[in-house]
């Protein structure tokens, strides 16, 4: 084993596309030092800098009424059931506006598979934000174009060409959960399958947007179906490049239907690494700071991440099971810069936009 375990440590090293048979062969016997050095050579490739990219943003979540009911989900209300609520304009106005003030440059706009909100009220909220401020709208995750789609009994690119018509600039990877119908099943049973969810990627990275991609894992997966995950995403990847970053988060069980045991911080820095050594086509991979705190947070970034992802100004989803990891935006360049790396902010596309601080200069002398 040892041998074979080298030769794959070695096309790894040498930024070789590993096959499932050897990333399998790497993930189940390297050690937890030799991956984390096997990524942080894969991400310097990719980006020699010492920069790591944040974006200031506030997710904004419309609705909270689902009618899809999934397991591990503390965030959604059934419809009629207590709690249940839909943002008004006036609201989203009032968050954007915030937003805005505090140097956002971008809203990530994602609600609950709403039975009763039509493509035009969708079309109605993207024009009013795009009529009134001059922001980024990353939004509508695949279950809830999938879902639209159903609605409106249309074709995906027909409900993206409106939406994208109406405003939407770009889309979250969420509702990813692991693309294994197998385990989907189990977990969110009255979502998209993974089929439909690479295929709204597919049709909007061919009408031209960009795409994240997620995993939620360390709940009923196996580390194969983790793997096969990645595979779909590298597969899409090659024929689209439609995806600008890769993000991999753990699920949270509080206050959820699925009671399992957190996934550890080796668990989620393996599975980091892993990630940045078989995507090898998707150029930035994020840190889940919300979900593993930021002393994780540091250390994945010798795990293969580049990115500290958003600032946070609002989060909901993640917050409903009980985490509440929370950093301000000079909280997040202070543990970007006490990690070693220059904290830079980016837009959605991953292209810097603030000028250089001279805080990082300061940090140098301060270590030296
Ligand atoms: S994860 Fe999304 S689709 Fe599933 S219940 Fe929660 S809000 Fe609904």
Excluded at 137 to 150: D, F, N, Q
């Amino acid at each position: 084993m040892d041998d074979v375990l080298d030769s794959v440590a070695e096309k790894a090293w040498n930024g070789e596309r590993l096959t499932q048979e050897e990333a399998l062969t790497l993930w189940e016997n390297a050690d937890f030092y030799s991956l984390a050095a096997l990524a942080n050579n894969c991400r310097g490739r990719l980006h020699p800098e010492p920069v790591v990219t944040y974006v200031s943003d506030r997710n904004i979540n419309y609705t909270n009424i689902c009618l899809s009911g999934c397991r591990f989900c503390a965030f959604y209300r059934p419809p009629e059931a207590e709690g249940g609520y839909v943002l008004s304009h006036e609201e989203l106005a009032a968050k954007i506006e915030e937003t805005l003030a505090l140097g956002g440059t971008q809203v990530l706009l994602q609600g609950g598979l709403h039975p009763g909100l039509r493509l035009s009220y969708y079309e109605e909220m993207l024009q009013f934000i795009k009529g009134r401020f001059p922001i980024h709208i990353h939004g509508l995750s695949p279950p809830e174009i999938i879902h639209l789609a159903r609605t409106e009994k249309l074709g995906l690119e027909a409900v993206l060409k409106r939406l994208q018509q109406s405003g939407l600039d770009s889309i979250p990877g969420g509702g990813a959960e692991i693309l294994v119908d197998e385990v989907r099943s189990r977990i969110s049973p009255n979502k998209c399958n993974s089929d439909e969810w690479l295929g709204v990627m597919e049709s909007a990275h061919g009408l031209g947007m960009k795409t994240t991609a997620t995993m939620m894992f360390g709940h009923l997966e196996t580390i194969e179906q983790r793997l096969e995950h990645l595979l779909r995403l590298r597969e899409l990847q090659d024929r689209t490049t439609g995806f600008t970053a890769f993000i991999p988060w753990t699920f949270q069980p509080d206050n959820t239907a699925l009671q399992v045991e957190p996934a550890t911080a080796m668990d989620y820095l393996r599975t980091l690494a892993m990630s940045r050594l078989v995507l090898d086509n998707i150029t930035n991979i994020q840190v889940s700071w919300v979900t593993m705190g930021s002393g994780v947070a540091q250390v994945a970034l010798q795990f293969g991440a580049n990115d500290f992802g958003s600032t946070m100004i609002e989060e909901n989803v993640v917050a409903a099971a009980g985490v509440r990891h929370r950093l301000s935006v000079e909280e997040i360049k202070r543990t970007i810069l006490d990690a070693g790396y220059e904290p830079r902010q980016r837009n959605t596309f991953y292209e810097l936009i603030a000028k250089r601080e001279n805080n990082h200069k300061g940090h140098k002398e301060h270590k030296e």
